[in-house]
């Protein structure tokens, strides 16, 4: 029967798989961003579609890392030229025309690292901003499902996939399909990526402040802003970053 309870039982090994597998994957991706923001870096976090939480995640969160900036498909209104009706598109994140757009935007700096999440890895937009920022030099670290990446074929004219791209690949321990519970006659409910994408990016979030006091160094975490000098601590920080967080409603 589909149930809560039972989307709960089937959700909680999935989570203990991706904590017990997923420590050295995890540990060397932390590596990656805590040497990117020592040497004055920024962490460039994109996922389109529903991978958008895993940016979510990281980006502008309480109890988060201040150098972080959401790069999002609309960027393409909000920050760049496009009218606003290309939102509508439900296959805009096939075009790898947009990643272009949004690289430009971003305009990351040579010393930023790159984290991209995509449940599939194969679509356009996703797979044309990992060679951009490959091709750059940046970092990347992508966040995908192993499994169904594997067994879907890549939408992009180069024949790849994010995780042909990244330096290291974070599995989010999601099914082909994404959903977990399945129904009779075919098909299955109750997605899981979103949960496990915001676990991975918390055990990351982790990591790098491991790493920043294993270094004798403050990392740059921000306050609730709902908290007294919330404010005012968190914009001491982002001030560091002059034009380069982009932090809108």
Do not use: W
Not at 195 to 216: M, N, P, Y
């Amino acid at each position: 029967m589909i149930s809560a309870q039972g989307y709960a039982d089937a959700v909680r090994p999935v989570l203990d798989r991706l904590i017990e597998r997923g420590s050295e994957t995890v540990g060397r991706a932390a590596d990656l961003i805590a040497t990117s923001l020592r040497a004055g870096g920024v962490l460039q976090a994109f996922g389109a579609g529903h991978s958008e939480v895993f940016a979510a995640e990281l980006v502008a969160r309480a109890g988060g890392l201040v150098p972080t900036n959401r790069i999002s498909l609309h960027d393409l209104v909000l920050h760049g030229d496009a009218a606003r009706q290309v939102l509508a598109d439900p296959k805009l994140e096939r075009d790898p025309a947009v990643a272009h757009q949004l690289y430009a935007i971003a305009a990351p700096q040579p010393q930023d690292v790159f984290v991209v999440a995509s449940q599939s890895g194969i679509n356009g937009s996703v797979v044309e901003l990992a060679l951009l920022a490959t091709g750059r030099g940046h970092p990347l670290i992508a966040v995908t499902s192993v499994e169904h990446t594997g067994r879907v074929s890549p939408r992009h004219p180069s024949g790849r996939r994010l995780v042909d791209l990244a330096d290291v690949v974070l599995d989010n321990g999601a099914p082909y399909g994404d959903a977990l519970l399945p129904l009779e006659g075919g098909g299955a409910v109750c997605a899981v990526s979103s949960v496990t994408s915001a676990l991975l990016a918390q055990l990351l979030t982790a990591e790098v402040v491991r790493r920043f006091h294993q270094a004798g160094e403050v990392p740059p975490i921000y306050l609730s802003a709902n908290v007294p000098g919330g404010d005012e601590h968190n914009l001491a920080l982002e001030s560091r970053y002059a034009g380069r967080l982009r932090r809108t409603a």
